[in-house]
């Protein structure tokens, strides 16, 4: 299938493009670069031995945009560009609406132009808000409780509603929970910008003394042990889960919206205890408050993803924890300017 990437530089961007070159898909990434790094695609040639076309373009920038629809077609777009810090989207909301809203509305301009109709959108479980239960089914209310999270619902809705309007289009929105982990090769992981929003490479970069300790945000959560409570899934089975995706688009499936997660919540002592068992380096930490926009618990049932998709999860904890450390420990500045 000859494929549009956006997005393809980043952490679950380039870990899908494995998984999709190595099944033969034809592929061609756009990507700004602005919390990504081109060492990242290099890498992926490196682990597949096949090749692929990267233009480094904004969606904000609908002529480059539009280029590259001209210059080649597309059976399928799978759509990761995006800002994504939740802190920063609380600090910064319109530059997040800007940025993630106006690229998706250019993105499917250009794909309504050149008659390109399927689209799988990687969308995220921030959507549902604080959930009144756990685990979240897709028929969950939604309830965002930040600009990102709300940002990834308004793209769901103007993907219903072009559907809705020409039904020849198919749309699969897929709900992450919390990708972690890493390629087992330890070429290609999470390096992002700056002090991590996220609690994995935070831990990794305390392991291998980037940062000095963690700082948990809040133990004083409803919950085991007073720490939030995520579903964390490995990047890898996240990946493979747009493959299955794109084997359901060719069946018209229409609008579609699953769940990705394990169905497991682990807490941040859990994380943190069982990454000093893979790393064998103490993580020293800080309780300090708790973040805006931040919840208690959160895990998926992705039962709708196994009977639809054929589509589990099936690497675990450890799994996690060894390739994360794997990745920082080979790697230990992150991906080279």
Request: hydrophobic share 35%; aromatic share 10%; net charge neutral.
């Amino acid at each position: 299938m000859k494929i549009l990437m956006t997005g393809g530089a980043g952490y679950i961007g380039s870990h899908t493009l494995v998984e999709l070159l190595n099944e033969n898909h034809e592929i061609t990434v756009v990507d700004n670069l602005s919390n990504s790094k081109i060492e990242s695609i290099k890498r992926v040639k490196v682990i597949t031995g096949k090749d692929l076309i990267f233009k480094q373009i904004d969606l904000c920038d609908i002529n480059g945009l539009e280029k590259v629809f001209q210059e080649k077609s597309y059976e399928a777009v799978i759509h990761f560009a995006g800002l994504k810090a939740v802190g920063e989207s609380v600090q910064k909301p319109l530059l997040y609406y800007y940025n993630n809203i106006t690229g998706t509305i250019n993105l499917c301009r250009m794909m309504t132009k050149y008659d390109v109709k399927n689209i799988v959108f990687s969308s995220s479980a921030t959507v549902y808000g604080n959930p009144v239960s756990v685990p979240i089914t897709e028929d969950f209310p939604i309830n965002t409780v930040n600009p990102y999270g709300t940002t990834k619902y308004i793209i769901e809705m103007i993907l219903k509603d072009i559907q809705i309007a020409d039904q020849s289009w198919n749309v699969l929105v897929l709900r992450y929970f919390n990708p972690v982990g890493a390629h087992e090769s330890g070429l290609i992981g999470e390096d992002p910008n700056g002090i991590p929003n996220n609690l994995m490479p935070y831990i990794s970069q305390v392991a291998v003394g980037r940062l000095p300790y963690l700082n948990i945000y809040g133990n004083d959560y409803p919950t085991k042990d007073g720490t939030g409570i995520r579903d964390y899934i490995h990047v890898v089975d996240l990946a493979k889960g747009h493959l299955k995706a794109l084997d359901k688009l060719p069946k018209k499936p229409g609008y579609c919206i699953y769940n990705l997660g394990t169905g497991k919540g682990y807490s941040v002592y859990d994380m943190v205890n069982t990454f000093e068992k893979w790393s064998q380096c103490k993580i020293p930490y800080k309780i300090v408050g708790r973040r805006d926009g931040d919840i208690a618990e959160c895990y998926a049932d992705p039962g709708k993803a196994n009977r639809e998709l054929g589509w589990e999860a099936k690497l675990n904890l450890d799994d996690m924890c060894r390739d994360t450390w794997n990745w920082q420990n080979s790697n230990p500045n992150g991906y080279p300017d």
